[in-house]
């Protein structure tokens, strides 16, 4: 029996998780795309919280073509984790294909 598109994601996000952690030292990038928005947090998997975060929604943002909106969030979310004093992490792609938006954020 095949696996739904779900259930699919779902495994192929739990085998990442397995390998991509985030540290204080160095966390974790998550990038989430949905069909209007698109999110982006730095998380610290060890003490379980999200150090800095930006979306698409935020009133810094301008709004415009997709791949315009997705620069904005990454230049958004850099210039954040640096006022933060973060200047590597680890990039987690949520068990979704990289599309071109989530590339442009990394």
Known sequence: MSL???????RIKFRIRKIVSG???QPRLSVFRSNK???AQIIDDV???TLVAASSRDKDVATGTSVETAKAVGKLVAE??????ISTISFDRGGVF???TCEIIS
């Open 4 to 10: 739904t598109k779900s259930e699919r994601r779902q």
């Open 23 to 25: 540290t204080a030292a």
């Open 37 to 39: 928005e698109i999110y």
């Open 98 to 100: 990289i599309p071109w």
């Open 80 to 85: 954040k984790a640096l006022k933060a004093g």
């Open 47 to 49: 003490n379980g919280t």
